[in-house]
């Protein structure tokens, strides 16, 4: 649904695999979720003809499937045995400008480097102007552009000491995989914000932002990419078993910073991030939910039928099946139905621009199940709301089919201020616990529906760390407006266009 905070990207990278295209390929198929307006791959290889390294590379508008549509690219062109992929959803720069598709290419004194990112610069305006000062030209408004200058402007002598002292200067959220000649290095940042695995499949060592993505080639997860850690996969990885690591300092003041939506909404549910299950993490959301709100506190009439728990598929699955049965643990009969039918071969509604195109999704996306909902007391989880207009949508939909009651379950807290570490929310204006000042009473009227319930900030990191018992902090500036990282002031994601 569009009522939801706008994905990212999902990045993927390959090292000696004598097929790297074709599986970056389908670890982008795997991570389609994470971007839908754009995807590319740049692959690496010698050129006997030119006797040189070369990087050929393509990538286009549209769904992963679209764009690599004819095989021949595969055959004829990305060839080589490493390769680097990305699937977009814009978060800075305009997604209707070719020159912001990823993976970014270019060629400069120390050789071809293509470099894919997931996440936002928090210092990108005055990185920006530093360059504009110093007569630099852009080809695209994404702040990855960036890091290329940084890289090809530092004066240290080796290429790795150039990424470095590139990496070093940037702040805020962000994974790479960086593609040179002769390795693939893997960056997370000192926070920890983006998720970023590392996986092996037979001789060969990928990275990825989610590990559907192995699971798809028939990869093994080996860990995850440590907060401020820049690994460095080559042959002498290849031949060692482990690659090198190097660390990033962490800004002093700040802790690590795990997005939290990567659990709520974001990550596939049979992806492991964070070192945990996305499943799992759910479930206890879920629980928590539960308890914060028990089904005899929001059920307003008797009925001889068990209220009815449904989910809006496919996001909220998880945490419906964990708020059900955990309503029944502490004795509140209830029974998890399917209530509304997703067609999945609509994509996620708000990868499309404007608003209209997203009211005409919504109606395609979903459909009610009228005999499970008829004369039921309906208790619906969603895990996020961010305008409500298509969440008011569904919710007509649902009052068609004549429910005794519907009662609305978030498993997050309301949004109420922007995020600028990658997630592309609308102005604060337009959400829409900020839209009716806050008040929970006016929210549900605005939606329809009988009540409306909230699961806690304070509920929902305690849900996310019972579940995950490792050491990483978590971001929810979103729902509580405490920023871990200091941001510069913020432009539009399209500030930077010409038109």
Do not use: W
């Amino acid at each position: 649904m569009s009522d939801k905070p706008h994905d990212y990207c999902g990045i993927f990278g390959i090292y000696n695999h004598p097929e790297a295209a074709v599986m970056a390929y389908y670890g982008l198929h795997a991570l389609q979720h994470r971007g839908q307006e754009s995807a590319g791959i740049v692959s690496s290889v010698f050129d006997e003809a030119r006797g040189q390294n070369i990087m050929p590379m393509h990538k286009d508008f549209g769904l992963v499937l679209n764009v690599f549509e004819d095989k021949r690219i595969f055959t004829d062109k990305l060839k080589g045995c490493k390769a680097i992929g990305h699937n977009r959803y814009s978060t800075s720069g305009s997604s209707n400008n070719p020159a912001n598709i990823q993976p970014f290419r270019v060629h400069y004194r120390k050789g071809n480097l293509a470099l894919a990112h997931n996440g936002n610069l928090t210092n990108a305006p005055s990185l920006r102007q530093r360059f504009i000062n110093e007569g630099i030209l852009f080809q695209s408004t994404s702040d990855t552009e960036l890091i290329l200058h940084l890289i090809s402007h530092s004066l240290k002598t080796g290429q790795f000491e150039q990424i470095m002292d590139a990496l070093r200067q940037i702040e805020g959220a962000y994974c790479l995989v960086i593609q040179t000649d002769d390795a693939l290095i893997a960056v997370r940042d000192p926070n920890g914000f983006r998720p970023l695995a590392l996986g092996r499949l037979g001789d060969s060592f990928v990275v990825a932002s989610e590990t559907c993505a192995f699971d798809i080639i028939g990869a093994e997860y080996i860990r995850d990419i440590e907060p401020g850690e820049v690994l460095v996969i080559d042959d002498n990885a290849t031949s060692s078993g482990e690659p090198a690591s190097y660390t990033l300092p962490r800004k002093p003041g700040t802790d690590t910073a795990g997005c939290v939506f990567e659990y709520v909404y974001f990550s596939r549910p049979d992806s492991r991030i964070f070192g945990e299950n996305v499943d799992k993490v759910r479930r206890q959301i879920g629980k928590h939910l539960a308890r914060e709100h028990r089904i005899p506190d929001i059920v307003k009439s008797t009925s001889d039928k068990k209220p009815i728990v449904i989910s809006v598929p496919d996001s909220s699955n998880t945490a419906a099946l964990g708020y059900a049965g955990e309503s029944r643990k502490l004795g509140y009969d209830c029974k998890f139905e399917i209530g509304l039918i997703r067609n999945h071969y609509v994509g996620r509604t708000f990868i499309a621009p404007g608003q209209e195109s997203r009211q005409f999704k919504v109606r395609t996306k979903f459909n009610p199940v009228r005999g499970v909902i008829e004369d039921r007391i309906v208790l619906i989880v969603d895990d996020s709301i961010v305008r409500g207009t298509t969440s008011r949508m569904l919710i007509d939909m649902i009052r068609k089919c004549n429910p005794k009651e519907i009662h609305f379950l978030v498993s997050s807290p309301p949004i109420i201020e922007p995020c600028f570490y990658g997630m592309d929310f609308p102005s604060p204006e337009e959400l829409i616990a900020n839209k009716f000042d806050r008040n929970i009473d006016r929210i549900a009227a605005e939606l329809g529906v009988d009540s409306l319930h909230y699961l806690s900030p304070k509920g929902l990191i305690e849900a996310v760390k019972e579940a995950n018992e490792g050491n990483l902090n978590y971001c929810s500036a979103c729902f509580t407006g405490r920023y871990p990282v200091p941001v510069e002031t913020q432009m539009g994601k399209e500030a930077n266009e010409l038109v």
